[in-house]
């Protein structure tokens, strides 16, 4: 769930940074809408707002590292000021 900022810009950009360093295909909905986790663009038209309930998808030989990694990069903008929280 992203924080009170929402999916901004910044954020969104450190999250594609992040996901890029996997093979597998990332894909985030919130709602009907679905973006490719690994484009800053898609992601910020979902429009992901304070409390919006976002899905994340992983399909690939290292899904499980990267929705790990997912994990923690929202772990980790809790702890910073107007982060991400899940």
Same mark, same amino acid.
């Given at each position: 769930?992203?924080?009170? &900022? =929402?999916?901004?810009?910044?954020?969104? #950009?450190?999250?594609? @940074?992040?996901?890029? +360093?996997?093979?597998?295909?990332?894909?985030?909905?919130?709602?009907?809408?679905?973006?490719?986790?690994?484009?800053? &663009? =898609?992601?910020?038209?979902?429009?992901? #707002?304070?409390?919006? @309930?976002?899905?994340? +998808?992983?399909?690939?030989?290292?899904?499980?590292?990267?929705?790990?990694?997912?994990?923690?990069?929202?772990?980790?903008?809790?702890?910073?000021?107007?982060?991400?929280?899940?």
């Amino acid at each position: 769930m992203p924080g009170r &900022l =929402g999916f901004h810009l910044r954020v969104v #950009a450190r999250f594609v @940074k992040r996901v890029r +360093e996997f093979r597998s295909s990332i894909r985030i909905r919130r709602g009907k809408v679905l973006a490719d986790g690994k484009s800053i &663009l =898609g992601l910020l038209v979902l429009g992901a #707002a304070w409390k919006s @309930k976002l899905e994340i +998808e992983a399909v690939g030989g290292d899904a499980v590292q990267a929705i790990q990694s997912i994990k923690e990069f929202f772990l980790n903008q809790e702890n910073t000021n107007g982060g991400c929280k899940t």
